[in-house]
């Protein structure tokens, strides 16, 4: 079947002479290339490579994990004594729990021409988007910032039970940034496209990064106070990956979500609904989990109310529910968690430009920062370095800059008052997609000034 042939069947193997009843093999090949481009040169051009399994035990009511990248025989008969000596270590009450049953196709997870590619158009794509993002403006002085990447990903699952599974997939994906001066003010411009191979449009996406960082040369703060406020796709997208943990099982059990008791309860607004597709044929699909549990269909949130949590085998056991095929592993050698594959909200009818005429006056985000730092993912706060543009009379007006934004994730989705017709995937978290919203008010912190009342507040 695949290179993890002789592995997988040397882990089973001595499973079965140790009588080991319950044994799952996990395993996991990823190939990749990135291409930077720095001043008509290429800046770097590096291939990755790695593979390896995974092991776990059940024994005494309790997971016992090992993991190698060595696939030789001897390496694998260790690697199994050693999950098998790590469920040892403590007693439990977890159980075997079956994950055999059909899998529904879901194609086009590897582009056809992916190993077609060769690595000279890859070459000339990072080199395209520099040199295309530079010529694109006057103003544009330097692209500290051109890259291109793909991946290739074999999964492969077995357990002694029988159940023996495995799927591919692949990615590509480019990245721009630009940095624009005018009159001493500096500004930075970025944009970011995937799909399955080299298939899109590296022009466009350099010039609409040059576009961006031009567009907000002369920004300015905005008074402090509290603003109607569209968020662009990428940045609405951003903030429902930051906070999608929140609908984890496991994050519910242990104690890290503040939707525990929220199951049936409204959530958020009537026109949110939020689901979550492997089967899709998003940029996240996959026909099973990193348990072999098939995919399906599931709606989260169903108009505005929490209808279910993203389960795997073990929550779903302790919830006495059933898993919705969310069992996430990040690699061969990660602990199994509950993670979104194809986690999206919803699209309306109105475009970008009809949210921003709904907004009257408020702001426009196209860009946050500091993500990581700034966002707390149990309670759901988040205060955000943000760029953008003024909307005045429903108008995109003067860009806007040193601000902060503040709220709190499950507040913002209550608040959503109308939702865009253009998803799109966060920014390298391509199992997350969200379209534009418009948020009924957040924080904003500004200039020394307060807004004037019906300037730029939210109403």
């Known amino acids: 079947m695949n290179r993890f042939d002789h592995p997988i069947g040397t882990v089973l193997k001595a499973a079965k002479s140790k009588r080991l009843k319950h044994v799952e093999v996990f395993a996991t090949s990823d190939k990749g290339l990135t291409v930077r481009a720095f001043q008509g040169q290429v800046e770097s051009f590096q291939f990755s490579e790695s593979s390896g399994i995974g092991v776990r035990v059940l024994r005494q009511g309790t997971w016992g994990y090992a993991h190698t990248e060595r696939l030789d025989s001897d390496a694998c008969r260790e690697v199994l004594e050693a999950a098998s000596a790590n469920a040892q270590l403590r007693s439990g009450h977890d159980q075997w729990e079956p994950s055999d ?3 529904p196709e879901v194609k086009g997870l590897v582009a056809p021409n992916f190993d077609q590619v060769p690595s000279d158009a890859k070459v000339q794509a990072a080199l395209e988007l520099e040199q295309v993002a530079r010529a694109a403006d006057g103003r544009i002085i330097n692209v500290p910032y051109a890259e291109y990447g793909d991946h290739l990903r074999l999964v492969r699952i077995a357990n002694s039970h029988g159940l023996d599974r495995f799927y591919q997939a692949s990615i590509a994906y480019a990245f721009v940034m630009a940095l624009a001066a005018q009159d001493g003010d500096r500004k930075g411009g970025s944009q970011f496209a995937c799909s399955r191979s080299l298939d899109f449009d590296v022009s466009a996406i350099a010039k609409d990064a040059a576009a961006r960082a031009t567009s907000l040369l002369g920004a300015r703060p905005v008074p402090s106070g509290r603003y109607r406020v569209v968020l662009e796709n990428r940045i609405a997208a951003t903030l429902l990956a930051t906070f999608s943990s929140m609908f984890s099982a496991k994050a519910v059990q242990e104690g890290q979500s503040r939707l525990a008791d929220k199951l049936g309860s409204i959530i958020a607004a009537p026109g949110v609904t ?7 044929g998003g940029l996240a699909s996959r026909p099973f989990d990193d348990e072999g549990v098939a995919s399906r269909p599931l709606t989260v949130v169903e108009s505005g109310t929490l209808r279910t949590f993203l389960h795997n085998l073990t929550t779903a056991r302790r919830a006495g529910a059933t898993s919705t095929g969310h069992g996430a592993r990040a690699s061969y050698s990660s602990p199994l968690s509950v993670a979104p594959s194809n986690f999206i909200l919803l ?9 921003a005429a709904a907004a009257g006056h408020g702001l426009l985000i196209t860009d946050v920062e500091g993500v990581h730092s700034g966002a707390d993912r149990i309670s759901g706060d988040f205060s955000l370095g943000a760029k953008g543009f003024a909307v005045l009379n429903g108008q995109i007006a003067h860009p806007v800059h040193s601000i902060v934004i503040s709220g709190n ?9 109308a939702i865009g017709n253009d998803p799109n995937p966060a920014p390298f978290d391509l199992g997350v997609t969200c379209p534009s919203l418009l948020v009924r008010e957040l924080a904003v912190a500004g200039g020394s000034q307060r807004a004037a009342p019906g300037m730029g507040m939210a109403m």
């Open 409 to 417: 994730f499950l507040d913002l989705l209550q608040g959503v008052e």
């Open 347 to 355: 699209p309306g009818q109105p475009t970008p430009e009809q949210l």
């Open 101 to 103: 049953g059909p899998v």
């Open 274 to 280: 939020i689901q979550d597709d492997a089967t899709s």
